[in-house]
């Protein structure tokens, strides 16, 4: 019977595998009277510069596994092995109680880790585990043990209470698919070096350390926190799927990331990413986005209450700006109504809203809401690089209309001697055929375009996208789409301005070559089609490309 237990996640990730319970070799230590303590202390000593020798070697091996960083551990132990205080508790218990070593050792670890353990600070805390590592360690080389190796010959989840440092280095890598453990905390070296080995982690799981668990199948789910024993078959598919998934991502990460986006012969095009709020910050930059091409800004308005004002909205910008480092963030003002509905704004019913009161003509009837958005983006702008984007235009009179309010707004936060991008640049979207009809002309009025083919074919071919029983009459891959792309393309660079498509089709596959070939600036897509589009571009050879099409 499928068995679910839960943890928290230090990394994120799936791992299917066989299950392996760690058991500790628990060493015990008997209380030995002897008759010559500074020979019981030499032992000590020697035991000490083995224990050093051996941490040097596993520091060596870190080094090579998962770099200067997580290998730091094993150099803090060699100094605790070497520390001042533990050396000398031991060696006055060693002579005032005249016991052997391992005693004195064990009970000097227990001492000094009861003590980090009662710790308020967590870093302290985590420490415990470590000072039971070394103490186990030099016990163990005077009773003459050899440092253990662990594990089984195929992969496997590796499950236990707690992980040492040196435990885990020990271990071979390439058996190891994801570490589960009931204790051990986010600082803990486990979930340290499980991040650097990028593989999931799940610790503080509820999960008994017995047969029940040992052998099984068993999957880590590290984005939901959950370990599965016995998985039924269901499960198992859907796990399945998602790692497939997950290792497609990872293969085209490491082979993509940090490449250029650039054809076999030369031609450059950006490729950013579509974002709805600040939690897909993470996903853009795992997947190497050179920027964001289309943040939806009217999710900050649908997920509130009432107006969000100048202040809140401020902040996600500027935090947005912030995390893109200088690299270039399209904000896309509200784009509210029809299938994006939020009650404050008490929008009247209308029979056919996506041809009623939205976007942009909400904000040119009510120009408060608009400059709020506008302020908190213009002094956002001032911590990176950020355009601005407008939504739904359908004519220059708009556009000219839009351009003075924007101005206005700038000459507002002069006079009050706030900052901002002076050079901030300004596109439209193209989503409606007459803005597609009379984009030469727009073009002359922004500093780029950017293609909302979700729009776009809705309103050319007369389909509402909503309706999922038109889904087989929706087809963006219509002849008057892709025509229509050519122009706006050529009329943008006619114009001087760029050209960039943000809709759904940017990121179709079938297509990048035709956009290379029609002569985009850029596509921005969803996160986790970045890379794709990348390796899609990276194989494209345009000239060849446009000797066939
Ligand atoms: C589009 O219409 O293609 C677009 C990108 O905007 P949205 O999907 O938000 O309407
Ligand atoms: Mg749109």
């Not at 220059?396 to 101005?407: S, T, Y």
């Not at 727009?442 to 309103?459: I, R």
Request: proline content about 3%; overall charge negative.
């Amino acid at each position: 019977m499928m068995m679910t237990y839960e943890g928290k996640s230090v990394f994120e990730g799936i791992a299917i595998g066989k299950l392996a319970v760690y058991r500790k070799v628990e060493q015990s230590v008997k209380r030995i009277k002897v008759e010559d303590p500074e020979a019981e202390i030499a032992r000590y000593a020697d035991a000490r510069e083995k224990a050093c020798a051996e941490l040097g070697v596993l520091y060596d091996k870190a080094v090579k596994e998962v770099g200067e960083s997580g290998a730091e551990i094993f150099e803090a132990h060699q100094m605790m092995v070497e520390d001042g205080d533990f050396i000398d508790s031991a060696e006055n218990i060693i002579r005032t109680e005249g016991v052997n070593a391992e005693f004195a050792i064990a009970q000097t670890g227990d001492n000094f880790s009861a003590m980090f353990a009662g710790m308020d600070d967590e870093y302290f805390r985590g420490r415990a585990a470590d000072v039971k590592d070394i103490s186990e360690r030099i016990i163990r080389i005077l009773s003459g043990g050899a440092a253990g190796g662990i594990l089984a010959d195929e992969p496997v989840i590796v499950v236990a209470d707690d992980l040492a440092p040196s435990e885990t280095v020990q271990m071979d890598k390439d058996k190891i698919l994801s570490f589960v453990t009931v204790h051990g905390s986010a600082n803990s070296h486990t979930s340290i070096l499980a991040k650097t080995m990028a593989i999931p982690a799940i610790i503080g799981a509820d999960i008994p350390l017995s047969d029940e668990v040992d052998g099984k199948i068993g999957i880590v789910d590290g984005f939901e926190g959950k370990v599965y024993v016995d998985p039924d078959p269901e499960t198992l598919q859907k796990k399945q799927a998602l790692l497939e998934k997950e290792m497609k991502r990872k293969e085209l990460l490491l082979q993509l990331k940090g490449k250029e986006n650039v054809t076999l012969d030369g031609q450059k095009i950006n490729i950013y990413a579509n974002i709805g709020n600040t939690r897909d910050l993470a996903l853009v930059l795992q997947n190497d986005a050179g920027g964001i091409g289309l943040f939806r800004s009217e999710f900050i308005y649908l997920g509130s209450q009432d107006y969000p004002t100048e202040e809140e909205q401020f902040a996600i910008y500027k935090q947005v700006a912030q995390t893109m480092a200088g690299r270039k963030v399209i904000i896309r003002t509200l784009d509210i109504g029809a299938d994006k509905q939020a009650d404050y704004f008490e929008l009247p019913h209308e029979e056919n809203p996506a041809m009623g009161l939205r976007a942009i003509r909400i904000c040119l009837t009510r120009p408060e809401v608009f400059r709020t958005q506008l302020r908190a983006i213009l002094r956002a702008s001032a911590y990176g690089k950020i355009s601005i984007m407008f939504p739904m235009i359908i004519s220059v009179k708009e556009v000219k209309k839009i351009k003075d309010i924007l101005a206005a707004v700038k000459a507002e936060l002069d006079s009050e001697g706030i900052a901002y991008d002076h050079e901030i640049e300004t596109g439209i979207m193209i989503e409606t055929p007459a803005a597609v009809m009379v984009a030469e002309e727009l073009a002359k009025e922004v500093d780029f375009f950017s293609v909302g083919t979700n729009d776009l074919t809705q309103y050319t071919l007369a389909i509402d996208r909503q309706n999922a029983s038109l889904d087989e009459f929706y087809d963006p891959h219509h002849p008057a789409i892709l025509r229509m792309l050519q122009m706006i393309a050529d009329a943008a660079h006619k114009g001087g301005a760029w050209a960039g498509i943000c809709g759904e089709l940017g990121a179709d596959l079938s297509l990048t070559k035709e956009f290379l070939a029609m002569g985009y600036d850029e596509l921005s897509v969803s996160p986790g089609m970045i890379l794709p589009v990348r390796k899609a571009v990276r194989e494209t050879d345009v000239a060849e490309y446009k000797k066939v099409r």
